[in-house]
């Protein structure tokens, strides 16, 4: 990973550190750091937002560079992966880089609302791990009914009983480096939630809105690498727990 540009405004422990990975992002990733940076300038906590650019072919990078040309004093830094690492690796990578002793992603897609954004930073400091879970339905009908059952199928391997595991929680840095998954695609972050519970990490679900951003072509959520991907992480799941039970770990 390679650093072409960073700024940081505030030197030594920080309260959080937003990760911001974006592949082919550049119509999108400006209003992403906008609507974070118009969220944390009207708190109190102490931050950084770390852009890492994960292979992309399009002009991200440049228009991230361009944005910090025109903003110096904001404290963003900008990465780049020579290569697409995928986003679980982009996740765990931004952790050991970040500052902030919490760590939250933000996908540069420019989804997630303000709205969303207080909702689940404002309770930073309430638990070690905040997880946000969808008050109302998105999407399609199909992808509503997708992602139910994947929550059940996550519930029932893991034995706990959150409403929502892809969500973007916010986490405890030196927990998401000491815990990172092993997951690739999405799932890896209910592979990370479901093994800090398993350690005994508390936690605080919160109602948000949510939004999406529909891409043209075949659902990507479909293809066969998710699916593997997802198959991976229900088996990680579950062996854990199968682990707790044979070692009298059950909590």
């Known amino acids: 990973m390679n650093n072409e540009s960073s700024h ?14 974006c592949k082919n992002e550049q119509d999108h990733v400006i ?11 009207e708190m109190t906590w102490t931050y950084e937002i770390i852009v890492i650019d994960d292979g992309s072919t399009d002009a991200t990078s440049t228009r991230v560079k361009s944005y910090l040309q025109e903003n110096p004093t904001l404290p963003i830094t900008l990465k780049q992966n020579a290569r697409n690492l995928g986003l679980s690796r982009t996740f765990v990578d931004g952790a050991f880089v970040a500052r902030g002793n919490h760590f939250r992603l933000v996908c540069g897609d420019n989804v997630e609302s303000r709205e969303t954004l207080i909702s689940v930073i404002g309770c930073l400091g309430k638990a070690d791990l905040i997880v946000p879970y969808h008050s109302e ?5 199909f992808r509503s009914i997708l992602s139910r059952f994947y929550t ?3 519930n029932k391997f893991s034995g706990y009983n959150l409403r929502y595991y892809n969500g973007c929680a916010l986490y405890l840095t030196h927990h998401v480096r000491r815990w990172h998954p092993y997951s690739f695609g999405f799932g890896f ?6 093994r800090l519970l398993d350690e005994g990490a508390t936690f605080l679900e919160v109602p948000v809105i949510a939004q999406r951003r529909e891409k043209q072509g075949p659902a990507s959520y479909l293809n066969l690498r998710n699916l593997i991907s997802t198959a991976h992480t229900l088996y990680e799941i579950l062996r854990r727990r ?4 044979v070692f009298e770990r059950e909590r």
């Not at 940081?8 to 990975?21: E, R, T, Y």
């Not at 199968?242 to 039970?245: E, Q, S």
């Open 8 to 21: 940081s405004a505030v030197q030594g422990s920080l309260d959080l550190s937003v990760l911001v990975p």
């Open 137 to 141: 339905p998105a999407g399609s009908v």
């Open 152 to 154: 059940s199928l996550v």
């Open 31 to 41: 209003d992403t750091l906008k609507t974070i940076v118009s969220v944390l300038s």
């Open 242 to 245: 199968l682990n707790r039970i």
């Open 189 to 194: 972050q209910a592979d990370l939630t479901t």
